[in-house]
């Protein structure tokens, strides 16, 4: 079993996480502004609360959650003040480095879009496990729910993506 890390790694292990925070931070918001600001806002409060997370549990799934809790706030915030959320960024394809085994850009494009009109709840389940790659448990406890709520999530996300990216194709009646 690995020993906690000493109180000076928190700042170098939070660094390491920005360019995951930053991709989860996309996902959640759908915008590559919102999505640093709500970064930048997630690693204040890690950094004023750090005394708070345990040494020797998962750093990322904490600021997962953390993020979580703030783009919540922020969209109960700005429903309040009826404002409209933003859509897609689009630029943000630009910056993944294409691989010979990945997604043509309308591809990556048409994924982003789709993933972009799921359900909050959905998106975050999405982001967290199949592109963090984190496991239920992690991914539950960062969201805060039962791991069989965050099932179900990932459950109805994978079909409304599938619907959204191929409505053409005709699927199994579950009758």
Not at 1 to 19: H, K, R, W, Y
Not at 32 to 47: F, G, H, I, Y
């Amino acid at each position: 079993m690995e020993s906690p890390p000493a109180p000076t790694a928190f700042g170098p292990e939070l660094a390491a996480l920005l360019p995951r925070l930053r991709r989860f931070g996309r996902l959640l918001t759908g915008h590559a502004q919102d999505a640093d600001d709500l970064v930048q806002l997630a690693l204040e409060r890690a950094w004023q609360h750090q005394a708070r997370w345990e040494p020797g549990t998962r750093l990322d799934s904490w600021v997962f959650r953390i993020m979580q809790n703030a783009w919540i706030d922020e969209v109960r915030a700005r429903q309040r003040q009826s404002r409209v959320l933003v859509s897609v960024d689009h630029e943000t394809l630009a910056e993944t480095g294409a691989g010979p085994d990945s997604p043509s850009p309308a591809d990556a494009l048409a994924v982003r879009q789709a993933v972009s009109r799921l359900s909050e709840d959905h998106r975050a389940a999405v982001a967290l496990v199949l592109v963090e790659g984190l496991s239920y448990k992690e991914a539950a406890d960062a969201l805060g729910v039962p791991i069989g709520t965050l099932t179900s999530r990932l459950a109805r996300a994978r079909e409304q993506l599938q619907n959204l990216l191929s409505p053409e194709e005709p699927r199994p009646c579950l009758s």
